[in-house]
Every structure is written in C-alpha cells, then in structure tokens.
C-alpha cells in the first residue's frame, strides 16, 4: 500500500508510505490550495508535489497531513488539528517521535506554532515561499481589490474575528520567528510577485537570525531550477538526522 487517506476528527489526512522505510516522517502543512478529501489530495494531483512526494517516499520517509479546514491563515483550530494528526500518526506508525516539517506558504503560520509549542518533538522545518506576516500579506494584497476583499474574508473565517481585530493580535504572532532554536531551511522559489514581496520580509528576518546566530539557511531558486527542490530539501533533512 503506497497510501491511505483517513478521517481524524471532521477532517481528512493522507498517508504516504515509504518504499524502504528509514524510520523517519515529515509531516506537510500545505499552502491555499492545499486540499485532502476522501481519495486524493493536492499533493497526489499537482504534478510537483507528487514529484517531491516520490522522491521522499524512495528516500525512505512517511510522510503524512491533512486538509486543516482548507484556507486555515494559521488559526488556532488548525495548529490543534496538526497536534491530533502528528499523535495519531506516531501511535499508528512506527516512525521516530521527532519528526520533519515541510511548510508551504500559508502552512507556515501553523507551522511556527507548532515549533513553538512541540519543540522537542520536531527535528527540522523546511519553509518553501513561506508566509511569515499574515500582517504583511494584506497589506500586499489591498493594491488588488478583489483579490483583498476574498482573502479579507477568507482570513475572517479563519480566525473567528473581524479584520481590525486581526490586525492588532498578529504582531504577536509574527514573534514567534524571530526566536528559532531548530534547523531551519528555507527555500524561496522567485516565481511570483507574492514571492518577491515576501522575500523583502525575509531580509529583515535573515538579518535578525543572523545576530542571534540561529540555526537558518536561505535559499533562493529560479523559476527554471525548481526541479533541483527535492535535491535541495532530502539534503537538508539527511543533515539533521544523525541523531535519534
């Protein structure tokens, strides 16, 4: 069995076994148009994803997450939700209690919680096009009105609050990077304003890492060198595993 998906409280979670197994899982926090349901998922049908997904799988990894009640912007519901995931998964499989996390673009904000908050049982994190400050986001954002009135409401359902609200509690929340005692990669792929826009906040926080001599590499790609990913990630995560 290459892979199951299953239902864990209201939400849908995909499993992907490895062909040999290391003994090692990482688990995915997706971005916006991350999805799971009952028999695929985003991972499984956007032709990149499934390439990082078989390249894991053949490097041995178990690699497992779940839909996280879809456009989630980092909401408490779904940082609670990859907690569930992350204990049912080490019951049920026989991987290493510390584990990978690779977190793409808005997966990043549930993804800083939970190094925050499951410290000791996380290894690495990878950030691919990370979203850092959901505060900086909308602010990009407002130069486009319809794109900013649907993300507006989106991060409104997200976070049970209005949008004035939500902006004075997320400077607290953009805190909880600016302290990393875990390798941390990052990988930022230029092939978007939205990327670009980000990798101005980057800066800043690259720079603040840099004094406080933490654990973080930056790297930047190409549109075109996309497909070097996987080399890029399986490294970084091989790095961080010779010890228990």
């Not at 302290?179 to 800043?204: M, T």
Request: net charge neutral.
């Amino acid at each position: 069995m290459d892979s199951r998906n299953f239902q864990l409280h209201t939400e849908w979670n995909m499993i992907h076994y490895p062909e040999k197994p290391s003994g090692f899982g990482i688990l995915i926090i997706g971005d916006e148009r991350h999805f799971v349901d009952e028999k695929q998922s985003f991972w499984t049908q956007n032709e990149g994803k499934s390439s990082l997904i078989s390249a894991l799988r053949r490097d041995g990894y178990t690699i497992f997450y779940s839909n996280l009640y879809g456009r989630n912007w980092g909401s408490r519901k779904a940082i609670e939700m990859a907690k569930r995931l992350y204990a049912h998964t080490i019951r049920h499989e026989i991987i290493n209690e510390r584990i990978h996390i690779i977190a793409e673009g808005m997966g990043a904000l549930v993804a800083g919680a939970l190094m925050n908050e499951m410290n000791e049982n996380i290894r690495s994190i990878t950030f691919i096009n990370p979203i850092f400050s959901l505060k900086t986001h909308l602010e990009q954002e407002k130069e486009h009105k319809f794109f900013y009135k649907k993300l507006k409401k989106e991060v409104e359902a997200a976070l049970v609050s209005n949008i004035k609200e939500i902006d004075e509690s997320i400077a607290i929340n953009e805190e909880q990077f600016l302290q990393v005692d875990l390798p941390v990669k990052i990988i930022h792929i230029l092939s978007s304003s939205r990327a670009y826009k980000q990798s101005h906040h980057l800066k800043d926080l690259s720079v603040k890492w840099s004094e406080n001599n933490q654990q973080v590499s930056i790297n930047y790609l190409l549109p075109e060198k996309r497909y070097s990913l996987s080399y890029h990630i399986i490294r970084f995560l091989n790095e961080n595993e010779t010890i228990l």
